[in-house]
T-cell receptor, first 112, second 112 residues
């Protein structure tokens, strides 16, 4: 059974702090890794994609991938109350790599 | 550039009826994916389609569920003889190739 594990939270950080979200996955054949944000009652919104080991930065967001440890993380710098949402880690699996396995998400709360 | 479009946004059906959910991918995207999100659960992959082809249907229930993506027109997810357990949010995503998936707003199905 291919799995993606995330801490469910809630993770609470003060405004302006760094939020750190973590994810582990079980399928060593996975090639593509994604972070999505989902506000309550809304659809997932893509934040970052990462395909190779190391860090990838985009504005206030940094994704980190370590394939040897089967670990993906997302750092949010200068957290804002508007960042309060559930963050979903998704990993591609299967021969086509079109099948994304999602974690159950980490709920982030940024306190003003 | 319009995003992924889904309709209807809300659908109410009585047990035993059929539900048809439609998805129009983003312009230039030929890959479509369907996911289901049960209340308080994570997103679950159902099926991956390209024009006129099913690429991966490993997440589709064996009975009552079918999907198509015809040469012309939207992708359709069809649920026959709906039961209460089918009540969920159904999300469609699209991508230009086997890569980053962009999600539509979803269809909330309620079975009475």
């Amino acid at each position: 059974q291919k799995e993606v594990e995330q801490n469910s939270g809630p993770l609470s950080v003060p405004e302006g702090a760094i939020a750190s979200l973590n994810c582990t996955y079980s399928d060593r054949g996975s090639q593509s890794f994604f972070w999505y944000r989902q506000y309550s009652g809304k659809s997932p919104e893509l934040i970052m994609s990462i395909y190779s080991n190391g860090d990838k930065e985009d504005g206030r967001f940094t994704a980190q991938l370590n394939k040897a440890s089967q670990y993906v993380s997302l750092l949010i710098r200068d957290s804002q109350p508007s960042d309060s949402a559930t963050y979903l880690c998704a990993v591609s699996v299967g021969r086509s790599q079109g099948n994304l396995i999602f974690g159950k998400g980490t709920k982030l709360s940024v306190k003003p | 550039n319009a995003g992924v479009m889904q309709n209807p946004r809300h659908l109410v059906r009585r047990r035993g009826q059929e539900a048809r959910l439609r998805c129009s991918p983003m312009k230039g995207h030929s890959h479509v994916y369907w996911y289901r999100q049960l209340p308080e659960e994570g997103l679950k992959f159902m099926v991956y389609l390209q024009k006129e082809n099913i690429i991966d249907e490993s997440g589709m229930p064996k009975e009552r569920f079918s999907a198509e993506f015809p040469k012309e027109g939207p992708s359709i997810l069809r649920i026959q003889q709906v039961v209460r357990g089918d009540s969920a949010a159904y999300f469609c995503a699209s991508s230009p190739k086997e890569d980053t998936q962009y999600f539509g707003p979803g269809t909330r199905l309620t079975v009475l």
